[in-house]
């Protein structure tokens, strides 16, 4: 089974940076596109951002375009998200996921994933 552990969460003031990381046991070139999910309390769980299995095609909700950047590195089976400008609004628990897909366009829907990670939490500070 494909297991996903994500890193990087915690407590940070607005304004500020957070690199959230999701290590995969399997190895993401090996056809496997990604993704990041949040959900804060009281909300539906939302879109973050997405990958490619390649790499080169990345996709990212509105609210956090220009301030995130998905990234992956698959020799370290590992998928980045890069958090700046953090505004309280981001706060919530983030999950990575991931599906066996080669296609070039991203997957941006929580129905197009397989497998899911266990969270790590975001707390943004006004």
């Known amino acids: 089974q494909v297991q996903l552990v994500e890193s990087g969460g915690g407590l940070v003031q607005a304004g500020g940076s957070l690199r959230l990381s999701c290590a995969a046991s399997i190895h993401t070139s090996n056809g496997y596109a990604m993704g990041w999910f949040r959900q804060a309390p009281g909300k539906e769980r939302e879109f973050v951002a997405a990958?490619?299995?390649?790499?080169?095609?990345?996709s990212y909700a509105d609210s956090v375009k220009s301030r995130f950047t998905i990234s992956r590195d698959n020799a370290k089976s590992t998928v980045y998200l890069q958090m700046n400008s953090l505004k309280p609004e981001d706060t919530a628990a983030y999950y990575c996921?991931?599906?066996?897909?080669?296609?070039?366009?991203?997957?941006?829907?929580?129905?197009?994933?397989?497998?899911w990670g266990q969270g790590t939490r975001v707390t943004v500070d006004s």
């Open positions: 996921a991931a599906v066996r897909s080669r296609l070039r366009v991203v997957l941006t829907t929580s129905r197009s994933y397989e497998y």
């Open positions: 990958i490619s299995w390649s790499g080169d095609s990345t």
